[in-house]
C-alpha cells in the first residue's frame, strides 16, 4: 500500500484542479497564463494556496544579510524566507509560496471539459485502420512468477480450503496451491485509429490588430488542447490570408500582419487544397476553423466562399467552424452572410461571435461542445 | 509498512564510534536511534514535520509536492531529518556518502543533546510520536464520522490560527493548564507528563467533560442570558481561548485541541533555531575536525560544511550566525574577555591581546545552550566586533528604486533588526482581548503592532477562518499605514473603521 500522504497528495491535486476549474475564466481571458512544458506538460501558476494567517506585510520588513557593500547598494534578489541552504529542519518553514502547478495534457483537457460540459468527439475515423494494445486487465491460471497476482491467488486458496472444509477460522492459515496461483495476464484491445488534423486560417488584413490576434491565439491554444486530448494523432496546419493566402507555421501564423485588402475565398481554396493532397477525408477527422473580423472584399468572394463549403469544406470536414473577432474596423458582414445562408444551427458548421477576450470561453463552448 | 529501516554494519560501527566522541565531549543525549531511508521517504517525513504519521491534510501532499520537485530538480537536498523525541529518531538518507553520513550523525547528537538540556524544551512531550499518530487516528475517524469535506475545512480554518501562540504556555505546568482547562481528572501527575496514553487520555477526558455539559441546546440558551465573564487580562494563546469558548461542536474542540498541541510541540523548535542549528553545527565541526575525520576526507568535509554555512546577500542563515556565535563565547570565555575588568579596559592594545587563560569557554557555552532560546542568545552574546566580522548588515525595502537595499551596518540597528524578527518567533503579537465585544458575543483580537504592518490580504482570509470557528462577528484592532483601525468581519463583508 502506499504512504498516507500520497492520499494527501492527491488531496491537494485534487483542490489545485478545483481552483484552476473555479478560476478558467480568469486563466483563459488573460491569456499566456499557462505555459506548456514539453509537449505534454503544462505549468499553471498558482497564487494563494497557502493557509492564510496573520503575518507581516513583507516589503516593509527587510531583513539582514551579510556580506560587503555599501549602504544603499542593492541586495540581490528578493529575501526567500524559505531558502535556507544544506539541512534543515522542516515544520518550521513558512512563507509566501507561489506554487507552479504541474499539469498533464490530460488533466488539463478533463478540466476544461467539465467546466464547460464538453461531449466527448466522436470520431467518424476509419474502422479498417485499426491498431492493437496490450492491457494487463485479465487474471489467468498461467504465467510466469513475475506476474503472479498475490491477492487472487490467496483469495482462490481460501475459497478452495472452505469448500473443502479444512479452513479453520481460530487459526486462519491459508495455503496456497499450484493450481491456486493465478496470474496477471493481459487482453488485447484494439482501437480504431482515429487521426484528426486542424487547419487554421486567419485574416491577417489590416483590420486585424493585436488584441485580435491575442484572442485568436488563446482560442487556438484550448481548441488543440481539447482535440489533443480526444485524439491520439492530431496534426495542425496553420493558413493566413488576405487578399492571397499562402501556408506558414505557428510562430508565424500569429505574428504576420498585412495591409491587404481581404479575399477569403483564397484561404477556403488553399485549404482544400491542403485537405485534398493530404488528408483524405475519409480516413481523417478535419477541422477547419476560420478567424477573421468579418470583412471580405466583395459579395462576389463571398459567393466564392460559399460555394467552396458548399461543394468541398463542408462535406469533407467533422465541423468548420467560423470565428468572428470583434474589431473596431470590421463590419462583420461575413458572419451576416453565412447566418443568411446556413442558419444558426447548422449541422456541421458552427459560427460564433467573440466580443474580447472574456468572450473566449463561451466561444471555446460554442466550437466544441457539439461533440463532432 | 516499513519505509526506513535501522542501520546496520559499517553504519552502526559509525554510529558506535560517533556516540563515544559526543560522550567523550560530554554530551548529554537521548538514546539515539538511526535509520536509513531513500529521498522519496525523507520528503515524505520532512513534508509532515518529521513525523512518519500524522493526520490527513492536503497542506502536507502539497509539501510533498514541492519538496519531490525540488530533489528531482536537483535544487535541494535533505540530508537528514531528527526528531525531538525520547529515544531521539533521527533519519539518514540512503544515498547520502560516508563523510556526510558521518556529518550528519555528529550533527545529530548535536541536537539530540540540545533538546534533551535546552530549557525550553522541558515541557515537550517526548512521545510525540505516539502522540501524532493517535491525533491522526482521531481526525481520520472524525472524517469517517463527519464526512471528510466538513473535518478538512474546519483543520483549514484551525491552521489558520496556528501561528497564534503563548510562549508561556510552555513553561505552564500541566497541573496549571489542567486546572485552567477541566479539573475532573484525578491522573498521577507524573504519568500525565510522561506516558504517551495520558495525551489520548487527557485529549479524551477534555472531551468527555465537554460532553457532559448539558446539551448545545441549553448551553446556547445559557450563552445568550448571561454574556461571558470578561477577560480579566488578555489572552495570547488563541486557539487555548477558542478551544474553551468558541460554540463548536465537541469533535470540532477537540481538533483544535489537537492542532494546538502540535502547534505547542513545534514551538521551542522556532525560539531556538539559531542556537539550535549552531549547537549542532559546532558538534559535528568540532567532532569531526578533532576526531572522526579521515585525512582523505578532509576535502570533501571542508566541501560539504561550507556548502551549509553559506550565507548571502539576503538570507539570514541560522547555522552560520550560530556556529559563529557559539565559537565567539567559547574564544571570549576562553580569554577572559567578559566582566567587569575587560569590559572597562580603555587601552584597545591591552584590549586586543587580553587573555587571562581562564580557558571557561567549553563550560560557558554548555551554559548557555541549557538557559537561552534565540533572542536572550542574540540580545546577549551578539557585539558589535563580531558583527564587523562576520560583515553584518541590515536592508530594507526602498520604495523609489523598488528593490532591497542595504540600510546600516550599525551593530545597534543590526541588533534591534535580528531581535524584531525573533521577537514571537517572528509573528505578529496578537491577543483576544474581548469574547463578549460589544456586549454582542463579538470576538476581538488585538495586534500589538512593533512597527511591521500585517499583510492586508492575508489578514482578511484569516478573519473569514476566524469567524467560521467563533461564529459571530470577528474584530481585529490593528495599525495599518500608521492608523489605528479595526477590521470587521460579520460573515458576508469585510468592514473597515477608523
Redesign the interface.
Known sequence: ?D???????????K?IKGKIRDNLRKYVSQGQQIIPKGTDKFTVPMP??D??????????????????????????????PN??????????G?GN?E?DV?LSLDELARILGEELALPNIEPKGKKSLKSTKDKYTNIGTTGPDSLRHLRRTYKQALKRQIAMDSYNPENPTVVPIRRDFRYKSWQTKTENQNAAVVIYMMDVSGSMGDEQKEIVRTESFWINLWLKSQYKDIEIRYIIHDATAKEVDEQTFFRTRESGGTLISSAFSLCKEIIEADYPPTEWNIYPFHFSDGDNWSADDTKLCLDLLDNFILPASNQFCYGQVESRYGSGQFYKDLVARYGQDHENLVLSKIKNKEGILDSIKEFLGKGK | MNRSKPISGELLKLKDEIEGYAIEFGLDFFPQIFEVCDYDTVNILAAQGGFPSRYPHWRFGMDYDQLSKGYTYGLQKIYEMVINTDPCYAYLLQANNWVDQKIVMAHVYGHNDFFKNNAWFSGTNRKMMDVMANHGTKIRRYMERYGQDAVEVFIDRVLSLENLLDINVLFETSQIRRNSSSSNTDVEEGEFQNDDRSQALKSFMRTKSRSEKPSDKVEKKKFEDSPEKPLTRPTRDVLGYLMEHAPVEEWQADIIACLRDEAYYFLPQRLTKIMNEGWASYWHSTIMTQRALDSSEIIEFADKHAGVMAMSRQNFNPYKVGIELMRDIEFRWNTGRFGKDYNECTNMKDKLAWDTKVMKGREKIFEVRKSHNDISFIDEFLTADFCNRQQLFTYKFNPRTGRMEIDTRDFEAIKQKLLMQLTNFGQPLIQVEDGNYKNRRELLLRHLHEGVDLDGTYAHETLKNLYGIWRRPVNLATKYEEKEVVFHFDGKDMKASH
Do not use: N, Y
Open positions: 500500500m504512504h498516507p500522504i500520497k492520499r494527501d497528495h492527491s488531496r491537494f491535486r483542490i494563494s494556496i493557509i492564510p494567517r496573520f503575518k507581516f506585510g513583507d516589503k516593509s520588513q527587510g531583513g539582514t544579510g551579510q556580506g560587503q557593500g555599501q549602504p544603499g547598494d542593492p541586495v540581490q534578489g528578493q529575501p526567500d531558502g535556507e541552504p544544506g539541512q534543515g529542519e522542516a515544520g518550521e513558512e509560496k506554487l504541474e
